[in-house]
């Protein structure tokens, strides 16, 4: 699978998927600095720090 249709495939997945209010995803440019490591942050006003992990362990990576 090339980086392209990658990208498009989790674009087409993020327009569709159920996320909480105000979450707003993006992707970032495919090569940086850094190379290629998957970063994000999860940042809420009404959720808590324990709610936050919660949504971070609900399978966000490949399926092993």
């Given amino acids: 699978m090339d980086d392209a249709f990658a990208r498009q495939q ?3 997945r993020l327009a569709n998927a159920d996320l909480p209010d105000g979450v707003k995803p993006e992707i970032e440019p495919p090569y940086g ?3 290629e490591i998957y970063r ?3 940042k809420s006003k009404t959720k808590s720090l ?5 949504i971070r ?3 966000v990576g ?3």
Avoid: D, F, I, Q
């Fill in 57 to 59: 362990g609900l399978g």
């Fill in 33 to 35: 600095p850094t190379g």
């Fill in 62 to 64: 490949p399926p092993v």
């Fill in 10 to 12: 989790v674009l087409s």
């Fill in 40 to 42: 994000y942050t999860l």
């Fill in 50 to 54: 324990h709610e936050l992990t919660a």
